[in-house]
């Protein structure tokens, strides 16, 4: 499909005049305009669903979330996938991404490479992706000739896969088990796609990630209860947290928490079943590290 017939290529008649307009126009204009970009995703919540579900059933399975793009659409995935680890307790293995130009690519441009099959197929096979895995490839186009071969070696693999893309009719999409396609429109600034497609494709994996983590467990109500308290924020945050889970104060949160050698969960079931460290450790264990299982609710 020739770059130019994109609806994310064309010209947005909201901004004809940009750069004759003040700063508060300016504000204003791009504020109405982003305000479409939920709209767009409303429509595509169904195959957003059926993506937490795909996420969850690979995980549980011990596979890993692979995400791959390039430029702004790498670095969003990177961006997941470089939180999910720490604010869900999963380790770094678990959620991954591959972006072309690599890590390198992540504070510097690196557009050569997006025109590139050969290594869109060579650093996904470097990531030996299985049946058990889901990759989630990211292109706003849905024509990045990098992402579109790294998505067909993940497929050939057996991996399940997915398309975040915001043209329909993509080549991406043909390309995946499972294609999520949201249409924001022209940009502000034709073709920077970093701007309401970029805004698009961060809120989807925002509700992939999440989404497939509270399918399996991995919070407890609305409750980020395995995040790490490696730092004081993090440490003052889990303290509250097991406040509002169990019920209790500072003080009672704060000592099970230092009991749990700073375990959440763990400090959570203490309190909640009024048991000793021993046999809440042996319930979480049974139920698999979910809180809520492991409560019996």
Same mark, same amino acid.
């Given at each position: 499909?020739?770059?130019?017939?994109?609806?994310?290529?064309? &010209?947005?008649?909201?901004?004809?005049?940009?750069?004759?307009?003040?700063?508060?126009?300016?504000?204003?204009?791009?504020?109405?305009?982003?305000?479409?970009?939920?709209?767009?995703?409303? *429509?595509?919540?169904?195959?957003?669903?059926?993506?937490?579900?795909?996420?969850?059933?690979?995980?549980? $399975?011990?596979? &890993?979330?692979?995400?791959?793009?390039?430029?702004?659409?790498?670095?969003?995935?990177?961006? @997941?996938?470089? !939180?999910?680890?720490?604010? +869900? *307790?999963?380790?770094?293995?678990? =959620?991954?991404?591959?972006?072309?130009?690599?890590?390198?690519?992540?504070? &510097?441009?690196?557009?050569?490479?997006? @025109?590139?099959?050969?290594?869109?197929?060579? @650093?996904?096979?470097? $990531?030996?992706?299985? $049946?058990?895995?889901?990759?989630?490839?990211?292109?706003?186009?849905? $024509?990045?000739?990098?992402?579109?071969?790294?998505?067909?070696?993940?497929?050939?693999?057996?991996?399940?896969?997915?398309?975040?893309?915001?043209?329909? *009719?993509?080549?991406?999409?043909?390309?995946?088990?499972?294609?999520?396609?949201?249409?924001? %429109?022209? !940009?502000?600034?034709? *073709?920077?796609?970093?701007?309401?497609? #970029?805004?698009?494709?961060?809120?989807?994996?925002?509700?992939?990630?999440? %989404?497939?983590?509270?399918?399996?467990?991995?919070?407890?109500?609305?409750?980020?209860?395995?995040?790490?308290?490696?730092?004081?924020?993090? +440490? !003052?945050? #889990?303290?509250?947290?097991? !406040?509002?889970?169990?019920?209790?104060?500072? /003080?009672? /949160?704060?000592?099970?928490?230092?009991?749990?050698? %700073?375990?959440?969960?763990?400090?959570?079931?203490?309190?909640?079943?009024?048991?000793? &460290?021993?046999?809440?450790?042996?319930?979480?264990?049974?139920? %698999?590290? =979910?809180?809520?299982? /492991?409560?019996?609710?």
């Amino acid at each position: 499909m020739p770059l130019k017939t994109l609806k994310t290529e064309k &010209r947005n008649r909201a901004s004809a005049g940009l750069d004759a307009m003040s700063a508060l126009q300016i504000a204003t204009m791009m504020n109405r305009e982003d305000a479409a970009v939920p709209r767009a995703i409303r *429509g595509a919540l169904q195959q957003i669903a059926e993506g937490i579900d795909l996420i969850a059933r690979q995980l549980a $399975r011990g596979g &890993r979330l692979i995400y791959v793009g390039t430029g702004t659409s790498g670095r969003i995935g990177a961006l @997941d996938a470089a !939180e999910v680890p720490p604010t +869900f *307790g999963l380790s770094a293995e678990t =959620v991954q991404f591959v972006m072309a130009g690599g890590e390198a690519a992540l504070p &510097r441009a690196a557009e050569a490479n997006e @025109d590139d099959p050969h290594l869109g197929r060579r @650093d996904m096979a470097a $990531r030996k992706p299985g $049946r058990k895995d889901v990759v989630v490839g990211l292109a706003a186009s849905g $024509r990045t000739p990098y992402t579109v071969a790294a998505l067909q070696y993940a497929q050939k693999k057996e991996a399940a896969t997915i398309a975040v893309v915001c043209n329909r *009719g993509s080549e991406l999409a043909r390309h995946a088990r499972l294609a999520i396609e949201v249409e924001v %429109g022209p !940009e502000v600034l034709a *073709g920077s796609t970093r701007l309401k497609a #970029g805004t698009a494709q961060k809120l989807i994996c925002n509700m992939l990630s999440t %989404g497939a983590m509270a399918r399996l467990g991995y919070v407890y109500d609305n409750l980020m209860v395995n995040l790490r308290p490696k730092n004081h924020k993090l +440490f !003052e945050r #889990g303290i509250s947290i097991i !406040e509002n889970a169990a019920g209790v104060n500072h /003080a009672q /949160a704060l000592q099970a928490l230092q009991l749990a050698d %700073g375990r959440v969960p763990l400090a959570i079931l203490m309190l909640k079943t009024k048991t000793n &460290r021993t046999e809440a450790e042996r319930r979480l264990r049974r139920a %698999g590290g =979910v809180v809520r299982r /492991a409560l019996g609710d």
